[in-house]
């Protein structure tokens, strides 16, 4: 008995060991899934922020694809996601709506036009950790101002260009035309006559996009970009209808004797074209564009023709060229912090420009050992999945590859060219028309009928251009110039002189 | 064939007959079942372009109801012919966004055109090549200028036509004065399937079923076609794929059949050799070892470290039966000197008891006579003959033999008185020579018996031949008596028979017949003769060696 005693006792001391052993577990086991339950609310999900890219004439096959390397690309160096919207150019705005009515925040967009919709950029800043006068001067960060607030941080894309055109090179040649003794409106008319005469088959010229006008890169204009009227670019900086102006008069009147001359494609705005796309054909001699270093190859590039440039102004940065690659944040983006380190991102990261420049390695562009890029065997610019041309919308492109063919040195010398650039004396300044709102807007549905009739050549200017000018005048267009005068003279007078 | 009867090769044929059928159904099932799998496979791909052909279909239906239904602006139209430059202008706009709404709705239309009063425009869809639109634009502009009046293509339903390798469809309705329709560069449609990215898909096009679209195909090795039609049979979705990229995994199941089966035979290699070890090799050495009893060798079979049980145990009493077969072979041996012992010494011992009674009665005669002198002499001799008689040892010297020939000559001569005389002629350097007991005695016994003439003359030589490369010794004992008998003469081939059949006159030779034979284990030569000048003649031939 004593014998069975001994075994017994062990036996229930293990149990009741085993038995305290498992409540200690439970309990431990139930601290630690309140504990992680705990971290887990409080732990955050990842932060996505959703990102517009603007496309100026289509949305490329590829842009998935790119969307989804460049979230991957996000994710591993900012441990956020980014949902990645496309958009064309002219339909952002419309996109934009379409998206908040679904529920979708923009938190980025590139091209900000509209200041009232864009977050303030300076308590931000410090979130850059690189000194900002390493990509951007002083000076430049107050042109980048609009009216004292900054919304976006100066570009360093080639924005600054001349409005110019691009003439084909076997045609000049074959003519013994020098592109050097081509600088006014005169002597395109000349050349275009007489071309005419020797190539009837041949169209004399087009604009840069048939939706647009021929005067869509004339930046005498573009002091104001929200308004018709500007601040002219004389000593005297007198606010002027850019529609009344004399350059203005002359060029319509030039362009509508040219469209009566038969110079220009038929009905053009049921052409749906690039420039480019219709010198592919071989059936056009030239087209309008901005001209900057490196515009020849990337015409050629489009075109696959050998083009020559030919600037018809002089470059300047205005108000609206600097805006041309002004990547901002939107107001009511839920993740303004992770918004500007993906900015900050976009202005310093070369992997991501290249990917949104030029698409993936190997697959739409392979590095040639001389350090420029170029397409795959078999690829062009028709089949790319991605060859979006957008690289002037991105604020640094001097980190981005350059393209085979094109100058190696082209970011210096574009880098000299805007350097050289004369910069308007309105840099900084923008036009707030809430007061005026209601005829500012009535004004450009008076342009909107008019302006593109008018600048490319299928509107007679001796009718139609009074015609505007009188249904302006009776819209309140003299409330709107006042306004702005007033606006520009206050401006004026807070910058240094 | 004699190869063919081993245990061996009787096992190689068994086991092959067994596993060879086998191997051989398994790589059959194998076989087999990879072409079923291909098979399924190309079934299996036949319907793989179903889902895309008929969402091509969908998509081709919509855009023919579009075309069916959507009302020709008109009112843009005219304007855009009478109006002022404004008014134009903006019909012009108008129609772009019109149709451009078009093609937004339905992508895969890569233009629409419009003829109406003779002028021919066209919408182009944004997103494709403007060069290959315009050639597609004019061919569709020549096509309506072909049209007669009144004439509705649209009742054809798609056309399809092909300009410089590239696929169209153009579907054309005429509304009153008013033709116009769209166009599609089909290879777009396919734009979603590519992106699938199937596997061994080398090319992937649309045809007709007037085999208008043709296409050139660059020749794949083993191309697998698959053609599914839709649209009311009116086209095709073929796919052209590499039946061996596509199966490249059956070649290397393939390749691992063939490595299986290899390793099979390898293994069925293995299995023989480890049989051989296990069974062949035991049993080729208890062959060898009964082989070596029979030839003699009585040596043990040592049993190696690790052989199996079964094995040490027929190895063990294999050595005890070689053991027993030693010992039992050795006592035989034995038994049998032993019995010849005993013959010997039986043969040894056929004294003539008459010869000892005789010189007893002669002692007792001399005795009588009171002639003391001869009783001594006679009792001496007979004492000396039997003294020699009852010699134990089967072999004396030549000298030994020679003296108790002349003292039984002696003996004789005192018993019975009759003349005779002897010569012996053996040299001297013979008398150590070994000879058996009573060999030449004997015959001397017996000229004396059966001479037969009044003055016996036996002579006893003894010399060493010669004969056949052997040394022997040739004792002789002639006399010149009648000499032997010719029947006698002609039994004596088989003197055991002949002799024997004789009484007494044949036992003493047939004793030494055959101490002879064992002795000298049927080397000796006896022979029987009668000499030319008559007279018996017994020679005895023993072999010799320099020590006997």
């Not at chain 1, 009837?200 to 890169?217: N, Y």
């Not at chain 2, 008398?431 to 006893?460: C, D, G, W």
Request: aromatic fraction near 12%; charge should be negative; proline fraction near 4%.
């Amino acid at each position: 008995m004593k014998l069975l005693y001994n075994r017994i006792t062990p036996i229930r001391i293990q149990k009741q060991k085993q038995k305290r052993i498992r409540k200690n577990t439970a309990f431990l086991a139930v601290i630690l899934c309140l504990l992680s339950t705990c971290h887990s609310i409080a732990a955050e999900e990842p932060v996505t922020i959703n990102v517009m890219i603007a496309y100026d004439f289509f949305i490329p096959d590829d842009f998935e694809l790119i969307a989804a390397h460049a979230d991957a690309l996000m994710w591993e160096k900012r441990q956020f996601h980014v949902q990645f919207y496309p958009a064309l150019i002219i339909d952002r705005k419309r996109q934009m709506e379409q998206l908040e009515k679904q529920g979708i925040t923009i938190d980025v967009s590139t091209t900000t036009e509209d200041e009232h919709l864009c977050l303030d950029l300076d308590p931000l800043l410090p979130i850059w950790e690189q000194d900002i006068c390493e990509i951007a001067t002083e000076e430049e960060i107050e042109h980048t101002r609009r009216n004292g607030k900054l919304y976006t941080l100066p570009s360093k894309a080639d924005y600054v260009a001349s409005f110019g055109i691009v003439f084909r090179k076997d045609i000049l040649e074959k003519y013994a035309i020098d592109p050097e003794n081509i600088q006014t409106i005169q002597d395109l008319d000349t050349l275009f006559e007489k071309l005419s005469q020797n190539e009837p088959d041949l169209i004399m010229t087009a604009p840069l996009w048939t939706h647009s006008g021929f005067l869509l890169r004339y930046h005498q204009f573009d002091a104001v970009k929200n308004c018709i009227f500007t601040i002219a670019p004389t000593a005297e900086e007198e606010i002027v209808n850019k529609y009344t102006t004399d350059e203005y008069l002359s060029w319509i009147t030039m362009l509508y004797k040219w469209n009566q001359a038969g110079y220009f494609p038929e009905e053009l705005p049921l052409q749906n074209l690039k420039g480019s796309e219709l010198m592919r054909t071989g059936k056009l001699f030239s087209y309008f564009c901005a001209c900057k270093p490196g515009i020849e190859w990337e015409e050629n590039v489009s075109s696959g023709c050998e083009l020559v440039s030919v600037p018809l102004m002089e470059p300047r940065v205005t108000n609206s060229s600097a805006e041309i690659s002004s990547w901002g944040i939107m107001k009511n983006s839920n993740h303004p912090e992770e918004s500007m380190q993906f900015l900050y991102e976009i202005y310093t990261n070369p992997e991501l420009i290249n990917l949104f420049l030029y698409g993936i390695e190997n697959t739409h562009y392979v590095l040639l050992p001389n350090g420029t890029i170029d397409f795959p065997e078999g690829m062009n610019a028709e089949n790319s999945g991605y060859y979006p041309n957008i690289g002037w919308s991105f604020p640094n492109q001097t980190l981005s590859y350059i393209w085979n063919g094109n100058d190696p040195d082209l970011w210096k010398k574009n880098e000299i060219y805007q350097n050289e650039a004369r910069r308007d004396a309105s840099l900084g300044f923008r036009f707030d028309d809430s007061v005026v709102a209601w005829q500012n807007n009535a004004l450009y549905e008076i342009a909107d009928t008019y302006a593109y009739g008018l600048e490319t050549g299928m509107l007679d200017p001796t009718v139609y251009l009074p015609q505007m000018l009188n249904e302006m005048e009776k819209a309140g267009a003299a409330e709107v110039q006042a306004e702005l005068k007033d606006q520009y003279e206050t401006w004026r007078n807070t910058q240094k002189p | 064939m004699t190869v063919f009867h081993s245990i061996y090769s009787k096992l190689v044929f068994w086991a092959l007959l067994f596993t060879v059928p086998i191997i051989g159904l398994l790589t059959a099932g194998i076989l087999i079942a990879m072409n079923s799998f291909e098979q399924q496979l190309t079934l299996s791909h036949q319907q793989l372009l179903l889902p895309y052909a008929s969402e091509i279909e969908v998509t081709l239906e919509n855009i023919h109801s579009y075309v069916a239904n959507r009302t020709v602006p008109t009112q843009f139209l005219s304007k855009i012919e009478s109006g002022s430059e404004l008014e134009q202008l903006q019909a012009m706009q108008d129609l772009n966004a019109y149709y451009s709404e078009d093609i937004y709705t339905y992508s895969q239309i890569d233009g629409i055109f419009v003829l109406h009063n003779e002028k021919f425009r066209f919408i182009r869809n944004r997103d494709r090549d403007y060069s290959k639109q315009c050639q597609a634009a004019q061919y569709i502009q020549d096509f309506l200028c072909s049209l007669t009046a009144e004439e509705n293509p649209f009742r054809q339903g798609y056309q399809a036509f092909m300009l410089d390798g590239d696929p169209y469809l153009m579907l054309t309705q005429r509304s009153g004065n008013t033709l116009w329709g769209c166009w599609i560069h089909t290879q777009q449609l396919l734009s979603a399937i590519r992106n699938q990215e199937i596997d061994g898909l080398t090319s992937l096009f649309l045809e007709d079923e007037n085999n208008i679209w043709k296409y050139e195909t660059s020749g794949t090795s083993s191309p697998l076609i698959i053609r599914q039609s839709f649209y009311k049979n009116a086209f095709f979705l073929t796919a052209v794929l590499d039946r061996s990229e596509l199966f490249s995994v059956f070649h290397q199941l393939r390749l691992v059949l063939f490595f299986l089966i290899a390793f099979a035979i390898l293994l069925f290699f293995l299995y023989l050799s480890v049989l051989v070890t296990l069974l062949i090799r035991p049993l080729q050495v208890l062959v060898t070892q009964m082989n070596r009893i029979k030839s003699g060798d009585f040596s043990e079979y040592t049993i190696a470290e690790n052989t199996a049980l079964e094995l040490r145990e027929v190895y063990t009493a294999m050595n005890a039966m070689t053991r027993e077969i030693d010992h039992l072979k050795i006592g035989i041996y034995e038994q049998k000197l032993l019995e010849q012992e005993a013959k010997l010494q039986l043969l040894q011992l056929q004294v003539k008891p008459h010869f000892i009674l005789n010189g007893l009665n002669t002692i007792m005669g001399f005795a009588q006579s009171h002639d003391f002198e001869m009783t001594q002499k006679m009792t001496f001799f007979l004492s000396r003959h039997f003294r020699y008689l009852l010699y134990q040892e089967h072999m004396v010297s030549l000298a030994e033999e020679l003296e108790h020939i002349k003292n039984y000559l002696e003996i004789h001569h005192m018993k019975h008185q009759t003349v005779f005389s002897y010569i012996i002629n053996v040299p001297e350097e013979l008398y150590e020579t070994e000879i058996p007991i009573l060999s030449l005695q004997t015959f001397v016994e017996n000229s004396l018996k059966y001479a037969r003439t009044s003055e016996i003359k036996i002579t006893i030589t003894g010399q060493l031949i010669k004969k056949q490369e052997t040394d022997f010794l040739m004792l002789q004992v002639t006399d010149n008596g009648v000499g032997f008998s010719e029947e006698l003469l002609s039994q004596l081939p088989h003197p055991e028979k002949g002799l024997l059949s004789r009484k007494n006159a044949g036992i003493g030779m047939y004793n030494v017949n055959q101490r002879l034979t064992i002795l000298y284990h049927g080397r000796a030569r006896l022979h029987v003769a009668n000499q030319k000048q008559g007279g018996a003649q017994i020679t005895i031939l023993l072999p010799f060696s320099e020590n006997t």
